[in-house]
């Protein structure tokens, strides 16, 4: 029997149709779906965001700072770079992980322009955190403490402290990300561990 004319069987096929379209968006790899947003795709432009939005702004609010004012303009230009550098993607990684090497690299623009103005010179109250044997989740365990800490650092040792003991990356995936070496990475690693490890002990010795 034919659904022509009949509105209860024409409502079940666009159902069914709807179903279908939710199932291939569902479907969809995140290289598809980044593919079709950066030829501004709107639904596909709200799944990029919908999907990647929280891991980027986390990420971007540990190298700014957590209440920083300018996380979520950061956090839009990241987005933006990916719609237009979309033909960038090779592959190799996940979007996820790309998306966060955007992140790292705009976070560390504007951090390093704010460093060169001396919004950061400030020295803050030191506290525990960043011992060289500790557990990236140990290291950081009261995040408002480690603001404080953090913020002693110059840019490029904040990221890769940051990239390697909160986000648990390897020197070689942050050399992937940042485009720096990894004798580099290690280098500075290691120093933004000694200062924080230098600030904690000074701290501990107040009276």
Do not use: C
């Amino acid at each position: 029997m034919s659904d022509v004319g009949n509105p209860g069987g024409s409502g079940r096929l666009k159902v069914v149709r709807g179903n279908a379209a939710v199932r291939a968006a569902e479907a969809e790899t995140e290289e598809e779906t980044l593919e079709r947003a950066a030829a501004r795709d709107e639904a596909a432009v709200r799944r990029l965001f919908r999907e990647h939005y929280a891991r980027v702004h986390r990420h971007v609010a540990r190298v700014l700072g957590a209440g920083d004012a300018d996380v979520e303009d950061v956090v839009q230009q990241v987005f933006l770079a990916a719609l237009e550098g979309a033909h960038d993607f090779d592959g190799r990684s996940s979007v996820s992980t790309w998306l966060i090497g955007i992140a790292t690299r705009r976070a560390l623009d504007e951090a390093r322009s704010r460093w060169r103005r001396g919004r950061w010179a400030r020295v803050a109250e030191a506290v525990g955190v960043g011992r060289p044997a500790a557990r990236p989740d140990h290291a950081v365990a009261s995040r408002s403490e480690a603001e404080a800490a953090l913020a002693t650092l110059a840019p490029d040792l904040r990221a890769v402290f940051l990239l390697h003991e909160v986000e648990g990356h390897t020197l070689a995936e942050i050399s992937a990300l940042t485009g720096v070496g990894i004798s580099t990475l290690h280098a500075r690693l290691q120093s933004a561990r000694k200062r924080l490890d230098t600030a904690r002990t000074r701290e501990g010795g107040r009276p």
